[in-house]
């Protein structure tokens, strides 16, 4: 199951740090990839790794200095798939996280999380004899992430895309895609399931995720509520309105063309998807039809009638490239 977004509205304008968590994370990949021929220069790439991994038994024996590897772990990848997997889930649920922290919080809990997922496999990796392994991948800090979307935005569906005979989307509600994705890395972590992929990582950094979220949903959010009816001074997070039908006047009349046995009326008419959007009535007291469209934009026009027309029917009304062709007939009836 592949994310690809979410239905939950940002209140606070474009996510431009996770834009820029993003970009440092493909520019380092790049950076990576240069230094080893796209990884094929299996020295170059050890070298890299142990350079800038986690890798558990040398961050307890250098400890604290070892902290800067934390840190650069992050933002290093081991493969294409391994970096485009884990910038989807960033991108998908990072710029909510962002939006309800605001960026400064989010840089600082980002890294938290990503700390507490390599100190999770650090730990782990000690009691398993993988020690010198060396760990890197943003995805200790995503799964902080979604740790905290869960919380946060428990009530959110996810658009996701799902291979199995045929390629088709689907909409999956957050409480059951996020749990779902967690007790897999669960049940990889127990069986010893590994692959290359640092499963214990993930749930320390879901765990911490959830942790805070839970925190910033119990104390934060209802202290900032609380603080709105004090007179202090704090405005609340503007929630983006959804702009309303444009009324619009057209400037071109309609124009009239008399047949034998019909009338037919040809409109200018932009912003609607199709002829269901468009009504047609006849005013007798003014001789003319008043034609409506409503769809992105609301029109209202009329066109007058040649004289002599007597209540006109509405037989079918056609609409083309931003041009409705309205049919009437010269016999009497209720338009």
Do not use: C
Not at 224 to 241: D, F, I, M, N, S
Not at 274 to 287: Q, R, V
């Amino acid at each position: 199951m592949f994310p690809i977004h979410d239905d939950t509205e940002r209140m606070h304008g474009r996510p431009y740090l996770n834009y820029t968590l993003i970009a440092i994370n493909v520019a380092v990949f790049v950076w990576e990839a240069v230094a080893t021929g796209f990884f094929t220069d299996e020295r170059a790439v050890a070298e890299l790794f142990f350079t800038y991994g986690t890798v558990p038994e040398a961050l307890f024996a250098n400890w604290p200095a070892s902290g800067f590897n934390i840190v650069t772990s992050m933002f290093m990848h081991a493969g294409i798939a391994h970096i485009i997997g884990n910038m989807v889930f960033l991108w998908v649920f990072g710029d909510n996280i962002e939006d309800k922290f605001g960026r400064v919080k989010y840089i600082l809990i980002y890294l938290g999380w990503g700390a507490a997922a390599a100190l999770a496999h650090s730990f782990y990796a000690m009691s398993t004899g993988d020690s010198a392994v060396p760990a890197v991948g943003a995805s200790g800090a995503i799964s902080g992430i979604l740790g905290a979307y869960l919380v946060m935005f428990p009530r959110a569906k996810v658009f996701t895309i799902i291979a199995a005979f045929f390629i088709y989307t689907v909409r999956i509600p957050v409480i059951a895609y996020i749990p779902f994705w967690f007790i897999l890395q669960l049940v990889f972590a127990l069986i010893g399931q590994s692959g290359g992929v640092a499963y214990m990582a993930h749930i320390g950094g879901f765990v911490a995720g959830a942790a805070t979220g839970l925190v910033a949903r119990t104390f934060m959010m209802p202290a900032l509520a609380k603080l709105a009816g004090t007179g202090k001074k704090y405005t609340p997070p503007a929630r983006r309105v959804r702009p309303k039908i444009e009324d619009v006047v057209s400037e071109a009349p309609p124009e009239v063309i008399e047949g034998p046995g019909y009338y037919e009326i040809i409109a200018e008419v932009r912003g609607v998807r199709d002829a269901s959007e468009i009504s047609a009535e006849y005013d007798p007291a003014t001789n003319s039809v008043r034609i409506e469209a409503r769809g992105s934009r609301r029109y209202e026009m009329s066109a007058t009638l040649p004289q002599g027309a007597v209540s006109p029917r509405v037989e079918y009304i056609q609409y083309l490239n931003g041009i409705a062709r309205i049919r009437l007939s010269k016999e009497t009836g209720q338009v």
